[in-house]
């Protein structure tokens, strides 16, 4: 049974948001990371082809008591709607503005990537599916579109994604967002949150005894560039592979085919593994910080 329903934009501060839910004994706690580490993301492709059924059973299955972050927050009405006892929680940033500079920095470089490293889609699992163009372009359209969409519903000032969207539409997508958040949910229910408020206001809005300990702080922008080399590295990798196996066709030589197509083969099996290991690695660090 869902206790926290997040609906604050990712970059919000939510893996902070994360390790303290965790610590007040409200997890498993849904975001990003879990979708990563349990590889999620063909069950979001089918809720985006109107399959609901996988992502909702999967949230009942593991009973997740929260959620933050994209993309469950896209369906946080649904879950409201599921979990009519759930508190709604808005994790924001101190200006609109601030979070269009962390999200430039963060999200944005993960959606720009190179065209030459959609290679990768041969890898399969999570880091083929968005080495895809056409899924990635599905996936991140369907989180960014639906922001943008509901969030036009209640301003003037509409903004269309796209990735030539500008910083002020950013800004404008922001506000938007977190108006219709505050239109949508019962004041009652509604606790919006900046980390910088503390633990307690959070623990408080929760029902949970205040900690000892301060609100835990987790800046993850370093993740985002390590991914971004990662991916960009095992990219070249691949490259250089399938070059060689294409030299060993040209001369002949059957070892030097099939041993970069081993390597291929070995790398697709383990990729999946990898990467959970890999994020689940960042979360445990995450929880693992000293507090400060």
Not at 215 to 222: E, L, Q, R
Request: include cysteine; hydrophobic fraction near 40%; glycine fraction near 6%.
């Amino acid at each position: 049974m869902s206790e926290i329903i997040g609906a604050g934009l990712c970059r919000t501060g939510t893996s902070s948001s994360l390790v303290a839910l965790e610590r007040l004994e409200l997890g498993p706690v849904y975001h990003m990371k879990e979708v990563m580490a349990r590889n999620l993301a063909d069950k979001w492709m089918d809720y985006i082809d109107g399959n609901k059924e996988p992502i909702l059973k999967h949230f009942d299955e593991i009973g997740y008591k929260s959620s933050l972050d994209l993309p469950i927050i896209c369906i946080f009405e649904e879950l409201m709607l599921r979990y009519p006892n759930a508190k709604v929680l808005l994790t924001l940033r101190d200006t609109p503005e601030a979070w269009v500079k962390s999200f430039r920095s963060t999200i944005w470089q993960m959606l720009n990537m190179p065209a030459w490293t959609g290679i990768n889609v041969i890898m399969g699992g999570l880091i083929g599916t968005f080495a895809g163009i056409e899924k990635k372009k599905k996936f991140f359209g369907f989180m960014f579109g639906t922001i943008c969409e509901k969030g036009n519903s209640v301003s003037d000032k509409k903004v269309t994604w796209s990735l030539d969207i500008t910083d002020e539409e950013l800004a404008t997508m922001y506000s938007n967002w977190t108006n219709y958040v505050r239109k949508v949910v019962p004041k009652e229910k509604l606790l919006e949150f900046n980390v910088k408020d503390g633990v307690k206001k959070l623990s408080d809005f929760a029902g949970k005894k205040t900690p000892e300990w301060p609100m835990p702080y987790v800046n993850d922008s370093s993740e985002f560039l390590r991914r971004r080399k990662m991916i960009m590295g095992l990219s070249l990798f691949l490259y250089l592979l399938l070059g060689m196996s294409i030299i060993g066709m040209i001369k002949h030589n059957t070892m030097i085919v099939i041993i970069p197509l081993g390597i291929i083969v070995t790398l697709q099996c383990l990729s999946t593994v990898i990467l959970d290991y890999a994020v689940r690695q960042t979360l445990n660090n995450d929880r693992n910080k000293k507090l400060e």
